[in-house]
């Protein structure tokens, strides 16, 4: 149980144009949804937090305008780069986590979209 | 705030043999777990192993086991009888009341036949 569905796994983009990445919970209901980044061979850096029905919240130094964050159903969060560059090429993960589960239980991530801006 | 910091950025071990990876962490919150993912080069996150911060024994999951020293604020893993495909990076991670995962720089991990 608990899997994660991220769509799609990879994407080329050219530079300018807006990209949606789509984070599904296909067996249960995620409640609180989290959309990280990585940069080659480093570590996952938090984006921002995003409940069902409510405004995301983003970390320091994030921009809200250009990585916009969806959560309108409790199975799908989507991430939409606008306007993207080529430094925005990256791998973008997602994660989710249901009401019922607390600090002490592990995130349930989706496989990653390994973006390329050309 | 809250960070960990993983001081190898690399290691090589021996297949059938075991390794230590190292971790630190600092949070003023009582309450927190302690996180262990495996990273292949595909990318997913592979949970490995759990520790809670009022937990009394080290958790063990089957070749897995954290090395838990809540004074001095660690949380090592120790991977036994490494095999091939134990290749990876190794992210030790944290997470206090506020549910955000946080995660360290990460271990790449080589064993070798």
């Known amino acids: 149980g608990a899997v994660v569905s991220q769509h799609p796994s990879w994407v080329i983009c050219k530079s300018g144009t807006s990209v949606k990445i789509e984070c599904r919970s296909l067996?249960?209901?995620?409640?609180?949804m989290f959309w990280y980044r990585q940069f080659p061979k480093q570590s996952l850096m938090l984006m921002a937090t995003?409940?069902?029905?409510?405004?995301?919240?983003?970390e320091q130094g994030v921009e809200k305008d250009k990585f916009l964050i969806n959560h309108a159903s409790l199975t799908l969060s989507t991430l939409t780069v606008t306007s993207a560059h080529p430094e925005d090429s990256s791998f973008y993960i997602c994660?989710?986590?249901?009401?019922?589960?607390?600090?002490?239980?592990?995130?349930?991530f989706g496989n990653g979209t390994r973006l390329t801006v050309t | 705030a809250q960070k960990i910091t993983q001081t190898q950025p690399g290691m090589f071990v021996q297949e059938k043999e075991a390794v230590t990876l190292d971790c630190t962490y600092d949070?003023?919150?009582?309450?927190?777990?302690l996180f262990w993912y495996k990273q292949p080069s595909s990318g997913e996150m592979i949970f490995l192993i759990y520790?809670?911060?009022?937990?009394?024994q080290n958790a063990t999951e089957g070749r897995y086991s954290l090395n838990f020293q809540k004074a001095r604020k660690s949380a090592n893993l120790v991977i036994s009888a490494s095999q091939l495909g134990d290749s990876a990076m190794y992210f030790c991670?944290?997470?206090?009341?506020?549910?955000?995962?946080?995660f360290g720089a990460g271990t790449t991990v080589t064993v070798r036949a």
């Open positions: 994660s989710a986590l249901t009401r019922t589960e607390s600090y002490n239980s592990p995130l349930h």
């Open positions: 067996d249960f209901q995620a409640t609180t």
């Open positions: 995003s409940n069902e029905g409510s405004k995301a919240t983003y």
């Open positions: 949070t003023s919150d009582p309450s927190y777990g």
């Open positions: 520790q809670g911060s009022y937990d009394q």
């Open positions: 991670a944290m997470r206090p009341n506020d549910y955000k995962l946080s």
